[in-house]
């Protein structure tokens, strides 16, 4: 065994590949999917370079495809246009005769080498184009997936809920209405501190009329403690006391309850006159009340 | 989605399982929707309703941002024989360890074949998968439509 067979992986009796019939010229014009592996293939001369110049030869920037000739066109022009007319075999000598009929013989060959060629290429072409539907329809349905009927019929309803959002957000209108409502519960919050705040000033004020400020009044405030009002004293302090221990003398809780209840009865702070008292009279309304009711009076009586 | 969430999920459910309690309730969230509408899909509960803290709804109530919190999703228990009809419920990725499989894994995973960690699937057990999309599949489902994710938990 020689070098030679080496290439056919040291075998020997391997035919070389079939020379292409239809090599030169294309049988049919290229298809989609052949157009697009065409251009897909980096070919040709760049922008760049310049074509080169020979004398009976033209260059392309591109690869030119090739003239498209038919089978028929083929037989027609190789076959039947060179086919001898209007011989007088009579005239003719045997050698004569017999190459007219190896050459009939040798068309026919190659007419039916043609056809047979154009049937295997259209097999060929048949079978890529099913197996490439085939292939097409497989990955199709791998991608397609539906459910079957009694699982379409069962489960409407949960799917139905995973469709969309989980929660529906406010409307404009409610969330104007929320803020609205938000801002009112803010201020009015404040409106009540603010007016907490404004009572405990005016407690502060009531009660700042027995605030000791001078010597004089400290003597007064110390003889009277200890010596005329002992007994209101020693009850005070008694009273402290029983605070800090935590129990209370009922008598002194009693009247604490009176007092508080009579002032958020009158709207009073310590029996004096509480907040709602001292604006009205600010603002004049207390006075204008006055004089309605006073007019009220004058009209009923008359 | 949270993993946390799922791990909790999971052992309430097993919680409940274990008391023989029929009916329980979990926070209406996407998550809860689609793995207990999977778990229903799969037999292993017996309803799926929307409701609020005071139990299931009588008449539809929509979810709004005032009654968010107390919405809830109430799921039915199944048992058989005295027994929950779910007997484990565990989960595959932990918060730490996220477990990825490929359209391919997912396939194998599915004919019961063991994928790196994860170990068989048993008969009778159930593997939930979470695609790329945020869809949660079983597993057998997403074999099916040739898609790979992550796998969250499995139920038997």
Known sequence: MGNR?????????ILPKPRAIFKSNPIKP??????????????????SVPLPVKKGFSFHRKVEPKKV????????????????????????????????????????????AYLKEY????????????????????EQ??????????????????????????????????????????????????????????????????QASSF?????????????????????????AMSV??????????????????????DAAHGQINR?????????????ELEKLKRQAEIAIHNNQY | MSLVHLANFSAHIKNCTRLNISSTSVPFTRLHLQLSFLLYKEGFISSVQRGSNAGPDKTPAEVTPDNISSRRLWIGLKYRDNLSVIRNFSLVSKPNRKVHFTSTEIKALASGIPVGIVRPLQPAECMFIQTDESEILEVQEAAKKNLGGTVLCRVR
């Open chain 1, 119 to 138: 049937e295997r290429l259209k097999k060929i072409d048949e079978l890529e184009a099913k197996r490439a539907a085939e292939a097409k329809q497989a």
């Open chain 1, 241 to 262: 006391k029983d605070r800090l221990n935590g129990s209370k003398d009922s008598n002194v809780t009693l009247s604490e309850n009176e007092d508080a209840i009579l």
């Open chain 1, 69 to 112: 000739v038919t089978v028929e066109e083929r037989i027609r022009k190789t076959i039947d246009e060179r086919t001898p007319k209007n011989v007088d075999t009579t005239q003719l000598k045997d050698e004569e005769i017999w190459k007219l009929k190896v050459g009939d013989i040798r068309r026919e060959h190659l007419r039916t």
């Open chain 1, 30 to 47: 290229m298809t989609e999917q052949e157009k697009a592996h065409h251009a897909s293939i980096e070919q040709g001369y760049a922008d």
């Open chain 1, 272 to 284: 004096k006159p509480g907040l709602n008292v001292v604006r009205d009279t600010i603002d004049g």
């Open chain 1, 141 to 206: 349905s791998k991608q397609e997936y539906e459910e079957t009927e009694a699982t379409k019929l069962t489960l409407p309803t949960i799917e139905s809920y995973l469709q969309g959002p989980i929660m529906r957000q406010r409307t404009p209108t409610e969330q104007a209405l929320l803020e609205h409502k938000r801002a009112f519960n803010r201020k009015s919050r404040e409106l009540e501190v603010k007016e907490s705040r404004a009572e405990q000033l005016l407690g502060l004020y009531h």
């Open chain 1, 5 to 13: 067979t080496l290439k056919y992986g040291g075998k020997s009796g």
């Open chain 1, 212 to 236: 000791v400020t001078t010597e004089a009044q400290l003597e007064k405030a110390i003889t009277e403690a200890f010596e005329i009002r002992l007994n209101k004293f020693n009850l005070s």
